[in-house]
């Protein structure tokens, strides 16, 4: 087989979507490892600008003023699977970016158009430069970042199995209040105007409930590389 053609099956784009507590993150970063694959996390890009407006006297609370802002931090996500990073002008992101105080305010400053915009580009330049392939995950990324995704998959789960797998990340958390919290966040994502959380019609959809991690990857695995087949 051609090199060119081995490139082209190589240099897939995959799109995955989901509520938070489905697998998304853990999937997307073993499937991008196993594959050879590009990975990147943009929630983790809505959770860096989160973080860089409370740190610089935003008020997340004013739309206006988040817009305003909106361009201003620069930040640079590394999309090696094993190890991926994410900066803010320069420092070092990744573990300020996961405090409750930035779980609590990322779904409002995520809401503000002028936000999305100013990420979602930097989202496709990203996958624009990944020429190996690239594995995204979001909440938007088959409906309104890439569309045209070689192939789009949509997580799902139920309350009950997301919170447990939330409380089990964080110690000392309580499932119940993991859970609204959950639902709460949902309802903020799936109601807002600009790129709602939202499942593509050509999506494929795995409920993730039952199954255990492995599992998921091996069926995302497999979806991919039937698509790179099909190529």
Not at 115 to 122: C, K, S
Request: glycine share 8%.
């Amino acid at each position: 087989m051609s090199t060119t053609v081995e490139t082209a099956r190589s240099s897939v784009i995959v799109a995955i979507d989901g509520p938070s507590g489905t697998g998304k993150s853990s999937t997307s970063k073993a499937v991008a490892a196993k594959l050879g694959l590009s990975y990147l996390d943009t929630g983790a890009q809505y959770r860096a600008i989160t973080w860089w407006m409370l740190n610089n006297g935003i008020d997340v609370g004013d739309p206006a003023e988040i817009a305003t802002a909106a361009a201003k931090p620069v930040i640079v996500s590394g999309t090696d699977p094993a190890a991926p990073t994410i900066t803010v002008d320069g420092e070092d992101a990744s573990g300020p970016i996961r405090t409750q105080e930035v779980t609590s305010k990322v779904s409002a400053v995520s809401a503000v158009p002028e936000v999305r915009t100013h990420i979602t580009e930097l989202q496709r330049a990203i996958a624009a430069a990944a020429t190996g392939g690239i594995v995204v995950e979001g909440r938007d990324i088959g409906t309104t970042v890439l569309p045209d995704a070689d192939l789009k998959i949509f997580l799902t789960a139920s309350p009950e199995a997301r919170a447990a797998r939330r409380s089990g990340e964080v110690k000392g958390s309580d499932l119940t209040a993991t859970r609204e919290a959950l639902i709460k966040r949902d309802a903020a994502d799936s109601g807002r105007k600009t790129s709602p959380l939202a499942k593509a019609d050509d999506a494929v959809e795995v409920d993730t409930t039952e199954l255990t991690l492995q599992q998921v990857i091996e069926c995302v695995v497999t979806l991919v590389e039937g698509k790179r087949v099909a190529a």
